[in-house]
């Protein structure tokens, strides 16, 4: 029977979200509110980008409907701390919010985690830090909520890039969950893959939707506190256990290395030449692709590709106790930076090319 409600809350969720889209459209359409090119923007008309509350809107009705009554204190404050990110984005995509007002929404969200004492604890030996005191164990789940949160919102770039990448992490999430035995968690991970999924339909290129911060900022969010509860669980496994995994920061990276490594490569770019790294360029890895002629079906793939690559080759080095994340981490961190400097390479003669 849980199995069938896992199933459940995924088509709940995908149906409310395929039926809603059409109508989000028609209101944008009919209210002229939409998403207006500009030089930083690869799209050429204006499109609907209140996609995102299609996909909260299948989400939630979905997670009420199946895992609610099964849910522990502390996925209520996740929920809590991801309505308030909804809250946010929405605002955001009706009236532009600056910087600073989103980044006090999101310590407001993650004040909202630690009250439930959704945090990290422990760093499980990477730099050679195990238990963490609490004042640091706030700082670092603070940072990474930011980081990761901003990460999802800034790959939103190009048609189906980040509702792909959300579905490789939140399939993990979902299926270690319910091998763990946590079906709530893992039922309001299938309730985002049927969101996503029922949004996607309408985002694959040509797109007649975006997700927008709400959207973008939600599934970031979301990710990360179920980053967090994953740890913690893992941490209590034994370690005779098939679902532990022994590398986990590995795993993490390598589940999360396009929004992580992307969104940390053009900061540093950014600050290097001087500019302030929330300055806006073309320098994402998905521009650059887009600017040797790759199509968005093209960088999606590729990007998924990788990241699924990664996964694999990463967590199954870790698992033969081969690394520990001392190693993995950097050694994940080399191989993209190689990855990136090949194509910057690819693009720079691309652009001689052209000039020539």
Not at 155 to 173: C, E, N, R, T
Not at 217 to 222: A, D, S
Request: hydrophobic content about 55%.
């Amino acid at each position: 029977m849980t199995w069938i409600k896992l199933l459940l809350s995924l088509g709940t969720a995908f149906a409310v979200c395929l039926l809603l889209i059409p109508e989000i459209i028609k209101i944008a359409n009919a209210r002229n509110i939409h998403d207006v090119p500009n030089e930083r923007k690869v799209h050429t008309g204006k499109i609907c980008s209140f996609g995102g509350v299609g996909i909260f809107f299948g989400f939630i009705i979905s997670t009420l409907v199946w895992s609610f009554v099964d849910m522990t204190l502390n996925m209520e404050f996740l929920l809590g701390a991801v309505l308030v990110m909804v809250v946010v984005g929405m605002r955001d995509d009706f009236l532009p919010l600056s910087a600073f007002w989103k980044l006090i929404g999101q310590f407001v969200a993650i004040a909202v985690l630690l009250i439930g004492d959704i945090r990290i604890y422990s760093l499980y030996g990477f730099l050679g830090v195990y238990e963490l005191h609490i004042i640091f164990s706030y700082l670092v789940t603070g940072f990474i909520v930011i980081v990761i949160t901003n990460a999802f919102n800034l790959i939103d770039g190009i048609d189906g890039l980040a509702g792909s990448v959300a579905l490789i992490v939140f399939s993990f999430f979902g299926l270690w969950f319910a091998l763990e035995g946590s079906f709530a968690l893992s039922a309001m991970c299938l309730a985002v893959l049927g969101s996503v999924g029922g949004f996607l339909y309408y985002n694959y290129s040509p797109a007649r939707i975006f997700m927008g911060d709400t959207g973008s900022l939600m599934l970031g969010f979301l990710a990360t506190g179920l980053l967090i509860i994953f740890l913690n669980k893992n941490a209590a496994l034994p370690e005779t256990s098939e679902l532990h995994i022994v590398a986990p920061l590995a795993l993490l990276s390598a589940l999360m290395v396009y929004p992580l490594f992307d969104t940390i490569r053009v900061f540093m770019l950014r600050a290097l030449s001087g500019r302030s790294p929330l300055s806006p360029d073309r320098n994402h890895i998905h521009h650059l692709l887009l600017d040797i002629g790759c199509s968005h079906y093209y960088i999606v793939g590729i990007v998924i590709f990788l990241n699924i690559l990664f996964v694999f080759i990463f967590t199954f080095i870790g698992q033969m106790g081969y690394l520990s994340d001392n190693w993995l981490v950097p050694i994940i961190v080399l191989t993209a930076s190689s990855l990136a400097v090949f194509l910057h390479r690819k693009v720079k003669r691309k652009r001689e090319t052209v000039n020539i």
